[in-house]
Protein backbone atom coordinates (compact mmCIF):
# COMPACT_ATOMS: atom_id res chain seq x y z
CA UNK A 1 0.00 0.00 0.00
CA UNK A 2 1.47 3.15 -0.53
CA UNK A 3 1.32 6.02 1.99
CA UNK A 4 -0.44 9.12 1.84
CA UNK A 5 1.34 12.13 0.61
CA UNK A 6 2.36 14.75 3.34
CA UNK A 7 2.27 18.35 3.42
CA UNK A 8 6.13 18.43 2.40
CA UNK A 9 5.89 15.77 -0.22
CA UNK A 10 2.95 17.66 -2.30
CA UNK A 11 5.36 20.63 -2.31
CA UNK A 12 8.59 18.54 -3.51
CA UNK A 13 7.04 17.06 -5.91
CA UNK A 14 5.22 20.76 -7.52
CA UNK A 15 8.92 22.02 -6.86
CA UNK A 16 10.97 18.86 -9.06
CA UNK A 17 8.25 19.42 -11.44
CA UNK A 18 8.91 22.61 -12.18
CA UNK A 19 12.72 22.11 -11.98
CA UNK A 20 12.31 18.56 -13.86
CA UNK A 21 11.09 21.04 -16.67
CA UNK A 22 14.02 23.45 -17.10
CA UNK A 23 12.90 25.97 -13.99
CA UNK A 24 9.63 26.59 -15.77
CA UNK A 25 6.04 25.43 -15.88
CA UNK A 26 2.44 26.25 -17.10
CA UNK A 27 0.26 25.80 -14.19
CA UNK A 28 -1.53 22.70 -16.07
CA UNK A 29 1.20 20.96 -16.41
CA UNK A 30 1.95 21.16 -12.48
CA UNK A 31 -1.25 20.26 -11.52
CA UNK A 32 -1.00 16.94 -13.99
CA UNK A 33 2.91 16.13 -13.53
CA UNK A 34 2.62 17.02 -9.23
CA UNK A 35 -1.02 14.47 -9.57
CA UNK A 36 -3.19 17.42 -7.67
CA UNK A 37 -6.66 19.05 -7.83
CA UNK A 38 -6.97 22.51 -9.75
CA UNK A 39 -7.98 23.47 -5.81
CA UNK A 40 -4.96 21.82 -4.32
CA UNK A 41 -2.89 23.30 -6.51
CA UNK A 42 -4.10 27.03 -5.88
CA UNK A 43 -3.82 26.42 -2.52
CA UNK A 44 -0.66 25.12 -2.38
CA UNK A 45 0.85 27.35 -4.94
CA UNK A 46 -0.75 30.66 -3.25
CA UNK A 47 1.49 28.74 -0.06
CA UNK A 48 4.75 28.57 -2.27
CA UNK A 49 4.65 31.87 -4.05
CA UNK A 50 4.26 33.61 -0.10
CA UNK A 51 7.33 31.86 0.61
CA UNK A 52 9.13 32.80 -2.54
CA UNK A 53 9.92 29.28 -3.58
CA UNK A 54 8.12 30.14 -7.08
CA UNK A 55 7.26 33.59 -8.50
CA UNK A 56 4.72 33.77 -11.26
CA UNK A 57 5.87 34.84 -14.60
CA UNK A 58 3.19 36.79 -16.54
CA UNK A 59 3.10 37.20 -20.73
CA UNK A 60 1.80 35.72 -23.49
CA UNK A 61 1.09 32.78 -21.32
CA UNK A 62 0.86 31.79 -17.73
CA UNK A 63 4.23 30.05 -16.32
CA UNK A 64 5.08 29.60 -13.10
CA UNK A 65 9.38 29.60 -11.95
CA UNK A 66 10.95 28.32 -9.26
CA UNK A 67 13.20 30.45 -7.47
CA UNK A 68 16.79 30.09 -5.31
CA UNK A 69 14.89 29.75 -1.93
CA UNK A 70 12.80 26.73 -4.07
CA UNK A 71 16.20 25.45 -5.43
CA UNK A 72 17.26 25.90 -1.67
CA UNK A 73 14.33 24.14 -0.29
CA UNK A 74 14.72 21.04 -2.79
CA UNK A 75 18.73 20.47 -1.70
CA UNK A 76 17.27 20.61 2.12
CA UNK A 77 14.78 18.23 1.43
CA UNK A 78 17.09 15.54 -0.44
CA UNK A 79 18.84 15.83 2.55
CA UNK A 80 16.50 14.87 5.16
CA UNK A 81 15.59 12.19 2.44
CA UNK A 82 18.56 10.69 2.96
CA UNK A 83 18.83 11.02 6.71
CA UNK A 84 15.28 9.37 7.14
CA UNK A 85 16.65 6.38 4.50
CA UNK A 86 20.25 6.17 6.54
CA UNK A 87 18.16 5.82 9.90
CA UNK A 88 15.18 4.14 8.37
CA UNK A 89 12.55 6.74 10.19
CA UNK B 1 27.37 0.63 46.53
CA UNK B 2 28.05 2.47 43.69
CA UNK B 3 31.16 1.72 41.85
CA UNK B 4 33.01 4.79 40.73
CA UNK B 5 36.84 4.12 39.04
CA UNK B 6 36.54 1.24 36.33
CA UNK B 7 39.51 2.34 34.21
CA UNK B 8 43.26 1.70 34.47
CA UNK B 9 45.93 4.53 35.40
CA UNK B 10 47.01 5.28 31.86
CA UNK B 11 43.93 5.19 30.62
CA UNK B 12 42.76 8.49 33.02
CA UNK B 13 41.30 11.12 30.63
CA UNK B 14 41.90 9.04 27.35
CA UNK B 15 38.14 8.29 27.84
CA UNK B 16 37.05 11.29 28.59
CA UNK B 17 38.35 12.46 25.57
CA UNK B 18 36.48 10.10 23.69
CA UNK B 19 33.25 10.53 25.12
CA UNK B 20 34.25 14.15 24.14
CA UNK B 21 34.09 12.99 20.48
CA UNK B 22 30.97 10.80 21.44
CA UNK B 23 28.90 14.40 22.66
CA UNK B 24 29.59 15.93 19.59
CA UNK B 25 28.72 12.97 17.35
CA UNK B 26 25.53 12.52 19.04
CA UNK B 27 24.75 16.86 19.01
CA UNK B 28 25.38 17.16 15.60
CA UNK B 29 22.80 13.88 14.99
CA UNK B 30 20.58 15.49 16.88
CA UNK B 31 20.59 19.13 15.46
CA UNK B 32 20.05 17.71 11.79
CA UNK B 33 16.89 16.22 13.08
CA UNK B 34 15.88 19.14 14.43
CA UNK B 35 16.76 20.76 11.68
CA UNK B 36 14.22 18.15 10.20
CA UNK B 37 11.78 18.73 12.48
CA UNK B 38 11.45 22.44 11.33
CA UNK B 39 11.23 21.86 8.06
CA UNK B 40 8.98 18.90 8.25
CA UNK B 41 7.04 19.59 10.68
CA UNK B 42 7.35 15.79 11.43
CA UNK B 43 7.66 14.83 15.27
CA UNK B 44 9.67 11.98 14.55
CA UNK B 45 12.39 13.94 14.04
CA UNK B 46 11.82 16.23 17.32
CA UNK B 47 11.87 12.93 19.36
CA UNK B 48 14.75 11.96 17.44
CA UNK B 49 16.76 14.89 18.15
CA UNK B 50 16.07 14.75 21.27
CA UNK B 51 16.81 10.78 21.88
CA UNK B 52 20.52 11.98 21.21
CA UNK B 53 20.67 15.38 22.74
CA UNK B 54 19.96 13.20 26.00
CA UNK B 55 22.63 10.47 24.92
CA UNK B 56 25.12 13.89 24.32
CA UNK B 57 24.33 15.29 27.30
CA UNK B 58 24.73 12.08 29.22
CA UNK B 59 28.17 11.62 27.87
CA UNK B 60 29.27 15.23 28.81
CA UNK B 61 27.64 14.13 32.70
CA UNK B 62 30.17 10.93 32.13
CA UNK B 63 33.11 13.28 31.66
CA UNK B 64 32.14 15.66 34.53
CA UNK B 65 32.37 12.35 37.09
CA UNK B 66 35.51 11.19 35.51
CA UNK B 67 36.86 14.54 35.82
CA UNK B 68 36.19 14.76 39.10
CA UNK B 69 36.94 11.02 40.15
CA UNK B 70 40.58 11.16 38.38
CA UNK B 71 40.87 14.74 39.79
CA UNK B 72 40.94 13.63 43.13
CA UNK B 73 42.97 10.04 42.75
CA UNK B 74 45.62 12.26 41.03
CA UNK B 75 45.78 14.99 44.22
CA UNK B 76 45.97 11.14 46.57
CA UNK B 77 48.67 10.40 44.98
CA UNK B 78 50.58 13.51 44.96
CA UNK B 79 50.12 14.23 48.24
CA UNK B 80 50.14 10.96 49.72
CA UNK B 81 47.95 11.15 52.76
CA UNK B 82 44.90 8.82 52.79
CA UNK B 83 42.92 11.05 55.36
CA UNK B 84 42.78 13.85 53.18
CA UNK B 85 41.92 12.09 50.32
CA UNK B 86 39.26 10.46 51.81
CA UNK B 87 37.69 13.50 52.89
CA UNK B 88 37.81 14.86 49.64
CA UNK B 89 36.07 12.19 48.68
CA UNK B 90 33.40 12.25 50.94
CA UNK B 91 33.08 15.99 50.04
CA UNK B 92 32.40 14.94 45.88
CA UNK B 93 30.76 12.19 46.87
CA UNK B 94 27.27 13.75 46.55
CA UNK B 95 28.43 15.20 42.75
CA UNK B 96 29.81 11.96 41.55
CA UNK B 97 26.87 10.11 42.66
CA UNK B 98 24.33 12.76 40.83
CA UNK B 99 26.56 13.23 37.34
CA UNK B 100 26.76 9.11 37.41
CA UNK B 101 22.86 9.46 37.87
CA UNK B 102 22.44 11.39 34.73
CA UNK B 103 24.99 10.00 33.04
CA UNK B 104 22.83 6.69 33.60
CA UNK B 105 19.34 8.10 33.03
CA UNK B 106 20.08 10.50 29.99
CA UNK B 107 22.13 7.68 28.32
CA UNK B 108 18.90 5.06 29.04
CA UNK B 109 16.27 7.50 28.36
CA UNK B 110 18.12 8.48 24.75
CA UNK B 111 18.16 4.82 23.69
CA UNK B 112 14.67 4.35 24.92
CA UNK B 113 13.26 7.04 22.64
CA UNK B 114 15.33 5.94 19.58
CA UNK B 115 13.94 2.48 20.53
CA UNK B 116 10.55 4.00 20.43
CA UNK B 117 10.94 6.20 16.84
CA UNK B 118 12.25 2.78 15.46
CA UNK B 119 9.41 0.80 16.63
CA UNK B 120 6.77 3.66 15.60
CA UNK B 121 5.31 3.30 19.08
CA UNK B 122 6.26 6.49 20.42
CA UNK B 123 2.08 7.96 19.93
CA UNK B 124 1.28 5.67 22.94
CA UNK B 125 1.95 8.38 25.52
CA UNK B 126 0.88 5.38 27.70
CA UNK B 127 3.76 3.34 26.77
CA UNK B 128 6.22 6.20 26.85
CA UNK B 129 5.58 6.85 30.39
CA UNK B 130 6.00 3.12 31.52
CA UNK B 131 8.45 2.96 29.72
CA UNK B 132 10.15 6.02 31.21
CA UNK B 133 9.51 5.12 35.20
CA UNK B 134 11.47 1.16 34.02
CA UNK B 135 14.45 3.03 32.71
CA UNK B 136 13.88 5.42 36.30
CA UNK B 137 13.81 2.58 38.29
CA UNK B 138 17.03 0.99 36.42
CA UNK B 139 19.26 4.27 36.90
CA UNK B 140 18.22 3.85 40.47
CA UNK B 141 19.05 -0.13 40.38
CA UNK B 142 22.49 1.12 39.04
CA UNK B 143 23.35 3.11 41.71
CA UNK B 144 24.09 0.35 43.80
CA UNK B 145 24.80 -2.29 40.99
CA UNK B 146 26.18 -0.87 37.58
CA UNK B 147 25.57 -3.74 35.76
CA UNK B 148 21.79 -3.34 36.20
CA UNK B 149 22.91 0.01 33.74
CA UNK B 150 25.03 -2.22 30.98
CA UNK B 151 22.10 -4.97 31.20
CA UNK B 152 19.49 -2.33 30.07
CA UNK B 153 21.24 -0.77 27.56
CA UNK B 154 22.22 -4.25 26.22
CA UNK B 155 18.51 -5.03 26.13
CA UNK B 156 17.25 -1.44 24.37
CA UNK B 157 20.91 -2.01 21.94
CA UNK B 158 19.83 -5.55 20.53
CA UNK B 159 16.36 -3.87 19.32
CA UNK B 160 17.32 -1.26 18.09
CA UNK B 161 20.57 -2.76 16.39
CA UNK B 162 17.89 -4.95 14.94
CA UNK B 163 16.07 -2.22 13.09
CA UNK B 164 18.58 -1.09 11.95
CA UNK B 165 20.11 -4.20 10.70
CA UNK B 166 16.28 -4.60 9.27
CA UNK B 167 16.48 -1.31 7.53
CA UNK B 168 19.95 -1.84 6.26
CA UNK B 169 18.99 -5.58 4.63
CA UNK B 170 15.83 -3.50 2.78
CA UNK B 171 17.80 -0.89 1.85
CA UNK B 172 21.69 -2.30 1.08
CA UNK B 173 23.35 1.22 1.09
CA UNK B 174 26.51 2.46 2.79
CA UNK B 175 24.87 4.71 5.02
CA UNK B 176 22.32 1.83 6.10
CA UNK B 177 25.30 -0.20 7.05
CA UNK B 178 27.20 2.28 8.53
CA UNK B 179 24.48 2.61 11.50
CA UNK B 180 23.88 -1.04 11.53
CA UNK B 181 27.38 -1.17 12.33
CA UNK B 182 27.81 1.66 14.48
CA UNK B 183 24.72 0.42 16.52
CA UNK B 184 26.29 -3.17 16.61
CA UNK B 185 29.60 -1.84 18.07
CA UNK B 186 27.75 0.09 20.76
CA UNK B 187 26.31 -3.15 21.60
CA UNK B 188 29.39 -5.23 21.89
CA UNK B 189 30.78 -2.18 24.35
CA UNK B 190 27.86 -2.37 26.50
CA UNK B 191 28.49 -6.65 26.75
CA UNK B 192 32.01 -5.75 27.31
CA UNK B 193 31.34 -3.03 30.57
CA UNK B 194 28.84 -5.49 32.33
CA UNK B 195 31.81 -8.20 32.72
CA UNK B 196 34.90 -5.00 33.47
CA UNK B 197 34.50 -6.34 36.54
CA UNK B 198 36.68 -9.16 35.54
CA UNK B 199 38.97 -7.23 33.66
CA UNK B 200 39.77 -3.39 33.90
CA UNK B 201 41.30 -3.62 30.44
CA UNK B 202 37.62 -4.63 29.08
CA UNK B 203 36.75 -0.70 29.82
CA UNK B 204 39.59 0.04 27.75
CA UNK B 205 38.23 -2.39 25.01
CA UNK B 206 34.76 -1.04 25.25
CA UNK B 207 35.70 2.52 25.32
CA UNK B 208 37.67 2.26 22.14
CA UNK B 209 35.08 0.06 20.32
CA UNK B 210 32.56 2.47 20.87
CA UNK B 211 33.92 5.78 20.35
CA UNK B 212 34.39 3.25 16.99
CA UNK B 213 30.96 2.75 16.46
CA UNK B 214 30.29 6.66 17.32
CA UNK B 215 32.97 7.35 14.45
CA UNK B 216 31.00 5.52 12.06
CA UNK B 217 27.69 7.29 12.82
CA UNK B 218 30.08 10.71 11.86
CA UNK B 219 30.85 8.49 8.54
CA UNK B 220 26.98 7.88 8.07
CA UNK B 221 25.77 11.70 8.86
CA UNK B 222 28.91 13.20 6.27
CA UNK B 223 27.69 10.62 3.45
CA UNK B 224 24.46 12.32 3.79
CA UNK B 225 26.02 16.37 3.20
CA UNK B 226 28.11 14.52 0.31
CA UNK B 227 27.03 15.74 -3.03
Given at each position: MTQRRTRIDIINDMLVSI???GGQIKPTHLMYKANLSHKLLNEYLDDLVKKEMVTKVEGKFRYLAITEKGYAFLEQFEKMRKFQETFGL | MLRFLYSPVWFYNIDSIFEFVTVIIAILVAVYSYKCYKLSGDKKYKW???SFAAIGLGFLAKILTNFTLYHEVVKTKAIGL???TSRFIQKDVFFISTTTFFYHFLILLGLLGIYLILYKTFKQKQDIFILSFLIFISTIGSHYRYQVFHVTA???LFFIFRKFYQNYKKKLTKNTFYVAMAFCLLLISQILFL???LDVQLYVLGEVI????FVLLLVAYITIFRK
Amino acid sequence: MTQRRTRIDIINDMLVSIRNKGGQIKPTHLMYKANLSHKLLNEYLDDLVKKEMVTKVEGKFRYLAITEKGYAFLEQFEKMRKFQETFGL
Amino acid sequence: MLRFLYSPVWFYNIDSIFEFVTVIIAILVAVYSYKCYKLSGDKKYKWFSMSFAAIGLGFLAKILTNFTLYHEVVKTKAIGLIIITSRFIQKDVFFISTTTFFYHFLILLGLLGIYLILYKTFKQKQDIFILSFLIFISTIGSHYRYQVFHVTAIVLLFFIFRKFYQNYKKKLTKNTFYVAMAFCLLLISQILFLFLGLDVQLYVLGEVIQVVGFVLLLVAYITIFRK
